[in-house]
């Protein structure tokens, strides 16, 4: 098991940056895949991107590539997704997964809010 708590959310203006963190509550260097999601008022969840236990970045959303990007920090047990150029559509609720072996776990989501 693992249990997920995202951080980092906030309002932003368009153009702007945000760090969002996902904080595990054991090692994460173990874990085969972890997950950004997000999911917007009135829309379904979509994947934002994914990033391996090699630390591979795949599965990247097109309406986010070469603005966001993954990154984990295995010391501090904790993964990071960094929004840069954030525009209006990137308002949404975020969250991420883990994925042990078949077994999905979930934080409880942040909101972003990109606004002027």
């Known amino acids: 098991q693992v249990q997920l708590v995202e951080s980092g959310g906030g309002l932003v203006q368009p153009g702007g940056s945000l760090r969002l963190s996902c904080a595990a509550s054991?090692?994460?260097?173990?874990?085969?895949?972890m997950n950004w999601y997000r999911q917007a008022p009135g829309k379904e969840r979509e994947l934002v991107g994914t990033i391996t236990s090699g630390n591979w970045i795949v599965n990247v959303a097109d309406s986010v590539k070469g603005r966001f990007t993954i990154f984990r920090d295995n010391a501090k047990n904790t993964m990071y997704l960094q929004m840069n150029s954030l525009k209006p559509e990137d308002t949404a609720v975020y969250y991420c997964n883990a994925d042990l072996g078949g077994f999905v776990y979930w934080g409880q989501g942040t909101q972003v809010t990109v606004s002027s």
């Open positions: 054991r090692r994460i260097s173990s874990i085969n895949a």
